[in-house]
């Protein structure tokens, strides 16, 4: 199989059809140097073409698969002055345009971010010509990630929901390992209120020290989930009053941390915040980067050819593999039919 990948990142895709057992002719679209070098560690027979402003789409006509996880910065709703597609991030939308029309792939397979405003999905699938389809990574892995896919691929159907939770995939809960994995220099506040006002990742505490979580309710593994206290709803309201506005930033009185009751872990992020924060038995800590490969269906250790900090962002980027996976497998089951 020929394949085009545009904002490739780590090859989530790559190891994806690996997994499934499909060789792959491999091309990579990427400029991040710490995601080529995890990829370059993974997948050597990649072959990298650079950023995609200069690659020439004429070289990739009739690939079999083109697949393209676009820059979402400008379209998520958790940037308030995002400008959609007409963003400097995720504009580039227009090379996978660019892509489609040029290379005439006969599949496609597109993935940006499910919380974007309906006008820009809308967009997006006005000008794909097909409707996108939401995937919730928690149905294959311990994540809490819903991703909106537009493809050509026929007849994918939801996965089934494999009961994966935060436990299943924790590397350790020996307290001694763990405070060696987290305490670092770079970090210097030091005590529970500091981790959760300014959402220091490193430090590990006794969760009943936390004066903003309700120990009360907790069990032996779960997540934390930020909520407004009653003076972030109070500003809030008064400003939705004056303004129209459904949003305010919250300050460190506005929100308090609450566990997760459904036994996933938040969706990740590049830099790590409190969607990273777990509770184990009588700790409080970040997830560990193979805890975070795992949540997204990567092997253990498939970025440990670069930096803890810059693994995290690689991963927070990434594609979810078990998904990719799953929707690329109908491309097979397609391609056995029409042998049959």
Request: aromatic share 8%.
């Amino acid at each position: 199989m020929k394949v085009l990948s545009l904002f490739d990142g780590i090859s989530g895709a790559a190891q994806a059809l690996k997994e499934l057992g499909v060789d792959c002719e491999y091309y990579a679209s990427e400029v991040d140097k710490y995601a080529i070098q995890v990829s370059k560690a993974n997948h050597p027979n990649i072959i990298q073409i650079g950023d995609v402003n200069n690659v020439k789409f004429e070289d990739f006509v009739g690939f079999d698969l083109l697949v393209a996880g676009f820059p979402c910065q400008d379209l998520s709703v958790a940037k308030r002055d995002g400008k959609g597609l007409e963003g400097a991030r995720s504009g580039l939308f227009s090379k996978c345009l660019e892509a489609l029309e040029i290379c005439k792939p006969k599949y496609f397979l597109f993935e940006n971010v499910n919380s974007m405003k309906k006008e820009w999905k809308d967009k997006i699938s006005e000008l794909l010509g097909v409707e996108p389809i939401m995937i919730n990574s928690a149905l294959l892995t311990a994540q809490m990630r819903k991703r909106l896919y537009w493809t050509n691929i026929p007849n994918i159907q939801q996965p089934e929901d494999k009961g994966t939770v935060l436990k299943d995939i924790i590397e350790s809960v020996d307290t001694e390992r763990l405070k060696s994995y987290c305490i670092t220099a770079t970090y210097s506040r030091a005590c529970p209120e500091d981790y959760f006002n300014h959402g220091q990742r490193q430090l590990i505490f006794k969760a009943n020290n936390g004066k903003r979580v309700e120990v009360d309710l907790l069990k032996d593994f779960y997540a934390f989930r930020e909520v407004r206290t009653e003076e972030g709803k109070r500003k809030r309201a008064e400003f939705r009053k004056l303004t129209g506005l459904d949003s305010t930033k919250r300050g460190p009185g506005d929100k308090k941390f609450i566990p997760k009751n459904d036994g996933k872990a938040n969706c990740l992020t590049t830099g790590l915040g409190i969607e990273g924060v777990i509770k184990i038995k009588e700790m409080v800590r970040k997830l560990t980067p193979i805890e975070c490969e795992r949540l997204q269906g990567f092997p253990d250790n498939y970025s440990e050819s670069v930096s803890n900090s810059q693994r995290y962002k690689a991963l927070g980027n990434s594609f979810t593999v078990p998904v990719i996976k799953h929707i690329l497998s109908f491309i097979k089951q397609t391609n056995s039919k029409s042998t049959n």
